[in-house]
């Protein structure tokens, strides 16, 4: 749910952004974490059902808007 701008950066900092083919930011998205539309959009943008993905979370929050999503998730 991270601002695409500040996302964008981290992963630059951090040497992944050329590992990643797709940022939705939570600046992007009408209804925010626990909402699913987040995940749901980035499972939409690489075109694979949200129910065969695995999502990686640090929060409860997150965990629920993953796991309303459908998608495997982890914490």
Do not use: W
């Not at 009408?30 to 995940?39: H, L, N």
């Not at 075109?47 to 999503?69: I, K, N, Q, T, Y």
């Amino acid at each position: 749910s991270t601002q695409r701008d500040q996302a964008l950066r981290s992963l630059e900092m951090a040497g992944l952004l050329p590992l990643i083919d797709v940022v939705v930011g939570g600046n992007e998205v009408r209804e925010g974490k626990p909402a699913p539309e987040i995940f749901l959009r980035c499972a939409d943008a690489i075109g694979v059902d949200a129910v065969r993905c695995v999502a990686l979370e640090d929060s409860s929050v997150g965990v629920h808007a993953a796991h309303a999503a459908r998608m495997l998730t982890i914490m």
